[in-house]
């Protein structure tokens, strides 16, 4: 299962990461016509905060890079809980094609 690991950068500050392109979905993100980087991953996550997990809103910020996703601040249980819900999409192809089809049908760019 691919998940994000959640790191402490300093006493309560914690940030959580996600190497782009090396998730069990990749190919399957590349087959929709995307690209797996930090910033697929970090339009993927604003779209489950929005739809899955709207009480998670506002308690992190995200700082994605090509390579990499992250997420970070001073909420370790939103962060967890992040953690969970992209681990979700980028271990299952079912997930994956779910959370595209959606963001297509709400017009989201996953490739910002």
Known sequence: ??????????????????NAGTTDVDAVVEDLGHEPSGYFWAAVARLLV????????GR????????????????????????????????DAGQARKIVALAQAKGVDLDD
């Open 1 to 18: 299962m691919t998940a994000p690991k959640l790191i402490e950068t300093s006493p309560g500050k914690y940030s959580l990461l996600l």
């Open 50 to 57: 929005s739809t899955e997990a709207p009480a998670l809103e």
């Open 60 to 91: 992190f910020s995200y700082d994605p890079e090509a390579g990499m996703f992250c997420a970070y601040g001073t909420d370790r249980a939103a962060l967890e809980a992040l953690g969970k819900l992209i681990a979700a999409v980028a271990s």
